[in-house]
């Protein structure tokens, strides 16, 4: 189950990836190059975005419970402290990770209720990119590839 579990988390972090960069991307060339209608591109990628994020986010509380090094963490808190592998997965991974989707979240209401084009561009920048920031600052990348 677990290897199940840890397969499709990677190709589930594709897949956000490129959606949620595709998507800043679009919303800079759109700042700059001042479109001033609604995309349903834009929120095509965001859709796209929120539920691979949210889909990671489960499968990566899956992966959390699950996984070989948990029952060390209930039994032996300090000892996975002290190991910077076991606590980068442990608290730093989830934590963050977990910021960054509720970033995510926060980010695709704004982009919703917002009324112009300026107002969407704006929340997808500021809200996905900096979820995407968050992420990909704890992404295993030597795992990843």
Known sequence: MYTGLLHTHRTVAY???????????????????????????????????????????????????????????????????????LRWFAVEHIGANLVGIVLLTIGNSKFKKATDAEGKDKALLIYFGLGLLLIASRIPWDRLF
């Open 15 to 85: 897949l956000f990836l490129v959606a949620t960069t595709a998507l800043i991307l679009l919303a800079i060339y759109r700042r700059i190059s001042g479109a001033h209608a609604a995309d349903s591109k834009q929120a095509l990628l965001a859709k796209i975005a929120l539920i691979s994020g949210h889909t990671q986010l489960l499968l990566g509380l899956g992966l959390y419970f699950v996984g070989p090094w948990f029952d060390q963490l209930t039994s032996n808190t300090a000892e996975v402290m002290k190991t910077a592998e």
